[in-house]
């Protein structure tokens, strides 16, 4: 589960701003449903929250944040295996200062997985990564696992291990076979360190982050409704948001070359057939009921809006998320979801039982004045006087229970909200 998340010099954050999911002691309210307790092994630690929200105006820097988490867990899973010798780090540092243009990024993240919490964290710029780190707890105390650091002056990495990270004379192979432009924690995943697949486990697996809603492909709630329980699940969710499905059926349709376009290159379309041959194609078919006589009626996946299908689409992973105990990270949650809606999601989230956690951005604040959240859960995003984001939460402004914190939010109280200027348009 992910306690906390730190990034500096990264696109329009600077300074180094930090995402903490821990629940205050100092908060009550709602503390059975919206925290849990992860459970390490060898140490008490704080509850954790559920989920988490961000507001802020446009261009606040709340993408950002999304991009700079699912920045590190993709040099995680694919530095090593996917990049080529001097291929440059697609990282971007805070362009509107010359030091910073000329500093190192810095990401660094501290999560709990199979019972033992981690601290992880790595700077990089184009060229190369330049430090990297990994403390582990498993009984309770720090074990500094590894550090790596490039000496500018030597032109060379140096490497620390700690005695609790084995491997003995294998580690130094790890570090030797470790490009400037990948991380240690890839390339010994790479090379079959056992150690270490906890923590890859967590970036690969655990992890689940979306720039929206919109677009989603939905490949894997079509896989998910060949199962009769989880299709009844998925028709379920849907109706959460009052869309009168009374079933959802699987059409399955075979491949066949005939349906190639008649100009397509010989070749090109003989490499096509081999490759689909045998292919199935799922494609669901909504049922809804006659408004009189209640029979059901068949509507194809066009026939529906783009709303019923971006709903569908995000069904499974969902129900992935819930079931499997994973980190479900969303930007723009609301942009094709009605607020009722992402409103229930939040609630089913906080009730499942389950130590899943949902941290999204979002511009409706409507959900500040439903007693869904707790006020260590709201966090908000804005650009200070040097064009630089700025993360804090509501907690820093020691809100009241009661306290009708849409609102202070909309009435400017706790900043975060856009400088709206006047238009004048002329010769219109």
């Given at each position: 589960?992910?306690?906390?998340?730190?990034?500096?010099?990264?696109?329009?954050?600077?300074?180094?701003?930090?995402?903490?999911?821990?629940?205050?002691?100092?908060?009550?309210?709602?503390?059975?449903?919206?925290?849990?307790?992860?459970?390490?092994?060898?140490?008490?630690?704080?509850?954790?929250?559920?989920?988490?929200?961000?507001?802020?105006?446009?261009?606040?820097?709340?993408?950002?944040?999304?991009?700079?988490?699912?920045?590190?867990?993709?040099?995680?899973?694919?530095?090593?295996?996917?990049?080529?010798?001097?291929?440059a780090i697609d990282v971007t540092p805070f362009k509107l200062t010359a030091q910073s243009r000329g500093a190192d990024s810095e990401f660094e993240i501290v999560f709990v997985e199979q019972g033992v919490r981690y601290e992880y964290g790595f700077c990089c710029n184009r060229d190369r990564f330049t430090e990297e780190w990994l403390f582990a707890y498993p009984l309770g105390r720090a074990q500094k696992w590894f550090h790596r650091v490039f000496d500018a002056e030597q032109q060379k990495y140096k490497y620390k291990f700690n005695t609790s990270f084995q491997g003995g004379k294998q580690r130094d192979v790890w570090a030797a076979q470790t490009r400037p432009n990948a991380l240690f924690l890839s390339t010994a995943i790479q090379l079959n360190n056992e150690q270490l697949k906890p923590i890859f486990h967590w970036f690969q697996a655990r992890l689940r982050v979306l720039n929206s809603v919109q677009g989603i492909h939905p490949g894997y709630t079509l896989q998910r409704c060949k199962n009769e329980s989880d299709r009844k699940n998925i028709v379920q969710f849907m109706n959460a948001a009052d869309l009168s499905i009374a079933d959802i059926q699987l059409k399955e349709t075979p491949f066949h070359a005939d349906e190639l376009p008649k100009d397509m290159p010989a070749m090109m379309k003989q490499e096509f057939i081999k490759e689909m041959s045998g292919k199935i194609f799922l494609e669901p078919l909504?049922?809804?009921?006659?408004?009189?006589?209640?029979?059901?009626?068949?509507?194809?996946?066009?026939?529906?809006?783009?709303?019923?299908?971006?709903?569908?689409?995000?069904?499974?992973?969902?129900l992935d998320v819930l079931e499997n105990q994973r980190i479900l990270v969303v930007d723009e949650l609301d942009s094709s979801l009605h607020p009722l809606l992402v409103h229930q999601l939040v609630k089913t989230l906080h009730h499942a039982g389950a130590q899943a956690q949902l941290i999204f951005t979002t511009h409706d604040t409507t959900l500040l004045s439903q007693k869904i959240l707790r006020r260590d859960q709201v966090w908000f995003m804005e650009k200070d006087a040097h064009r630089a984001t700025q993360l804090y939460p509501l907690s820093d402004f020691s809100p009241r229970e009661n306290e009708a914190i849409e609102r202070g939010y909309l009435n400017g109280r706790y900043g975060a909200i856009p400088f709206l200027k006047t238009l004048d348009f002329y010769g219109l």
């Open positions: 589960m992910l306690i906390e998340f730190s990034v500096a010099n990264y696109r329009s954050i600077l300074g180094r701003q930090t995402l903490n999911l821990t629940a205050s002691s100092t908060y009550k309210e709602l503390d059975d449903t919206n925290t849990f307790a992860p459970e390490p092994k060898g140490e008490a630690m704080p509850r954790l929250l559920h989920a988490a929200v961000l507001y802020g105006p446009n261009a606040s820097g709340k993408s950002t944040l999304i991009e700079a988490l699912q920045f590190m867990q993709q040099q995680v899973i694919h530095s090593q295996k996917d990049s080529q010798a001097g291929e909504f049922f809804h009921t006659d408004t009189h006589t209640e029979e059901f009626i068949e509507f194809q996946e066009q026939e529906e809006s783009d709303g019923t299908r971006a709903l569908f689409a995000f069904a499974g992973p969902w």
